[in-house]
Each structure stands twice: as C-alpha cells, then as structure tokens.
C-alpha cells in the first residue's frame, strides 16, 4: 500500500493509538474505528447516518442514496429496499430476477468461447454483464455487446473510482484540489458523472412519454416505474413522502447513478479478484472445481438452488472479500449528535471510517489472517460467517444491494469456475494482493486465457 495514501495513514494511526483512533484532517476530525463490536454499537444509531459535506460528496448535490442524509436518505432507504424485495432481489428464487443474471452468464460463457485461446482482460468482460443486471432492475435495459457508450461508461466509472483515491485528501483540505493537477482530475470526476447523468435522464424521459401514452396502464415492471409512479401520485401525497420536496427527476437520476457506481464496480473487482486467487491458490482452486463437479455436472450450468451443497466455494467468496478487502474503508458516517463512547467524546461532526481492511487482516478476529483459508468460514462443514466480518458494512446503512451482490458472486464465479479452465495470458507476472486503492481496493490488471471444460 502506498504510503501517503489515507489508508495506510488510518492504518497505522490505528496500529498506534487502537480501537478508536482520531486524527485532525484540515477542518475536519476523522476517528478510525477498527472493531466491529463499537461499530455496529454506533452504526445502528439513527444518528450514525450523516454523510460528510465534502467537495466531491457535493458533486452529488446530497441527492440519490448513497450520500442523501436526514429524511430524504430514509425514505429512499426504506422505499429501494421495498422495491428490491419487489423485483425479487432478497426473496430466492423470483423468477424475473434469475431470468436476467442467468441471461448474462450464459451470453458471458458465449462470449468467453468465441474468445478462447486470446488474452481476455476480465474487468472489461464483465462489466457489461454485471452492469445489465442492475441495469435491467433499474429501466428494463440492457446494453448489448460493443456499445459504443457503455464502453466510455465502463472505462469512465473505473478510473473515476481510482482518480477518487488520487484527490480523496481534497476531502479535507479543499485547496488541495485547487492544485493544477488535482483541479483537472476533479474535472474529469465531473464531467463522468455528467455523461453518466444525462445517460439516465434520457431514459426517464423516454419512460415519461411511454406512460402517457398508456395514461394509466402501466405495469410496475422495475425501478423507474415504482419511482415514476411516486412521482405522478399528487393526490396521495406519495411523491412529497418520497422526494422530501427535492426536484424529482434529480432525485431518480441520482438514485441511478449511485446504483450504477455502488452496484457494479463493487461486485466486478470482487470476481477479478475471486478469479486471481484461484490462480494464485492452486489447491483451493481444485477443490471447488472438485465439489462443483460432486453438484453439477462439469460444463453444465450453475444456479442458486445448488448454492446450499456448495458451502466450501461460498467460503471461497467470503474468505476473498476478507484477504482483499474489497471495500476497504467502506463509506465514511458522519454522527449528527455527540458521543461517548469507551471514555471517549465524540463530537458531532465528525468523520467516522471503519476500518474494515484492520478488523480484516487483525488476528484477534481472524487466525493467521495472511493466509488464504475459506475453511476458517466453515464449522462442521457448514458455511457459518463470524459476527466481526462485515465485508458490506454494518448498521442502518450497511449495503443495499448486499443481497443482490451474494447472488451475483455466486453464479458469476461458479459458472466460470464450472465451465471454463484459465491461465494468465503470456509474459505476466502473477498480480499480488496489494492492488490500486481508490473507492475500492481492485487489482492490479492482468490478462487471462479462457479454455472450455468439456462436458464428461
Ligand atoms: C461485493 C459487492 C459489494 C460490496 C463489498 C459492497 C460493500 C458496501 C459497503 C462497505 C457499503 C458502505 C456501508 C456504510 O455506509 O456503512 C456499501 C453501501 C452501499 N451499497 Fe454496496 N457493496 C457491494 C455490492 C453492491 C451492489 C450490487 C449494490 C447494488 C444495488 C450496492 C449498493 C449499495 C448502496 C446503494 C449503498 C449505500 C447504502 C446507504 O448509504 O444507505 N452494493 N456497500
């Protein structure tokens, strides 16, 4: 981990000074919690749920999900996670949702075939599919092979998350971002997110107009839809319920774009990782080729009813998203009343990061934790996750898409893991464990050669 980034400062400022370690950061009091015990203690307080006012969170305008506060957060919160239970994201199996993530992977599996025996880079080729599931759940879309703009979309929200990392001390020291250099990275955040607006305001608008045609005869086939609803719902009053008197097509549009940032990036460096550590890890590879062959046959498709006989390969996941952290500082709170906390105060105001890369890597929680050992998620061979991990969080706002994302992971890796060999392309180094940290921690790239299994 680079040195001056702020992770490896939270790091051994925690290293030092413990479970709640403070720092003063320009105008603003960052603590660094690193156990999972004081964080759920506080994250379940209504009053944990404040975001931080910060140059980049004010690219958002304190709209959408992700950065919302107050009222406004709460609503969105309890209304998407209605709609996700709606459209079928927590309740397995709902047919609609299986439907669009098995499509996926089976035009994903094609598209490996077609490609065999060339370096295929797997950021590239996944994005799309994991994109069109959230995609599909939001506005019913999907973007097919080589779209122009879903290139641009792909390439833009990967190097935002990663120039975020480069300007995230702006954060604290506004001036910073004045810098020559940091002035145009922040530019660039800007205009993708822009892009990436206008994107999915074009598509509320074509939405709009397909529903006056129907004037009142819409179905509520996913998000936009029960959203839109809301919105033209004056007589109820459920549009003011929902929007809290901000401009509602802003709001949609927001929601959109943190769907499109949180849902897609997050699950796609999980598999290139997941997929890393298979090369990486030999042994562990052979025995989840080993019990997907004992549950499905060999070339044949992967669903989540198989999920239940296959505890080892889901510890597999779990075990990747503890060695690399995929979220590794998840997203900062900001407490809106004071604390005391362990003889501690803590204003309100204040920046709390948790510190999930420590909790993680501290053998206090985790045996050995620089070794890769999905069994320390078994007990008598049962997946069984420990209290202190919290790979999505903790609290009122732990991840909403945490759900969605297993699923993902699940059919994902073990569809590729099923269906095709792969070895790193010629002339590459195995990647490490410490990649690039930015929003997310990600690996360093690397290209893979794909050959089928054949069915026995
Ligand atoms: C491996 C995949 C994923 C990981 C590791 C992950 C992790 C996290 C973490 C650590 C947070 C911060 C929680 C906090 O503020 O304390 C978060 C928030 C969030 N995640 Fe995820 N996430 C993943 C996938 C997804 C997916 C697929 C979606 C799509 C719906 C999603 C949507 C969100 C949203 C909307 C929030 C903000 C919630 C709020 O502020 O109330 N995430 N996630």
Known sequence: ??????????????????????????????????????????????????????????????????LSEDILWKRQRYFLHDKFRALGVNLWKNQRLEKIIMAEIEELLRNLEKRAEEPVDPVMVLGRHLHNVICQLMMSFRFEEGNEEFVIFNERLSRSMNLYGSIH????????????????VLKEIRRSLQDISQFHAKHIEKRLKKRADLSGKEEQNDLLDYYLEQMQNEETGAAQAIFNNVDPVKQIVQVMNDLFSAGMETSRTTIVWLLLMMLR???????????????????????????????????????????VSVVPLGTTHVNTKEWEINGYSIPAGTHIVPLINKINMDPKYFYEPEKFLPERFLKNGVLCIP????????????????????????????NIMNNYKFTLADGQELPGLEGTFGATHSPRPYTLIFKQLQLK
């Open 1 to 66: 981990m680079s040195k001056g980034s702020p992770h490896s400062w939270y790091l051994s400022m925690s290293a030092r000074y413990g479970d709640i370690a403070s720092v003063r950061l320009g105008s603003n009091l960052v603590v660094c919690i690193s156990s999972t015990k004081i964080l759920r203690e506080l994250f379940n307080r209504f009053e944990s749920t404040g975001r931080p006012q910060t140059p980049l969170n004010a690219l958002m305008g304190g709209l959408g999900i992700v």
């Open 281 to 323: 890890e030999p042994k562990v590879a052979q025995k989840v080729m080993d019990d997907l062959s004992n549950v499905v046959e060999v070339g044949k498709i992967v669903t989540m009813e198989h999920r239940s006989k296959l505890p080892y390969v889901e510890a597999v996941i779990y075990e990747t998203l503890r060695r």
């Open 387 to 414: 209290e202190c991990f919290i790979p999505f969080g903790v609290g009122r706002r732990i991840c909403l898409g945490m759900h969605l994302a297993r699923i993902e992971l699940f059919l994902f890796f073990t």
């Open 169 to 184: 001390i702006g954060e604290h020291l506004p001036c910073y971002l004045k810098l020559p250099g940091k002035k145009t």
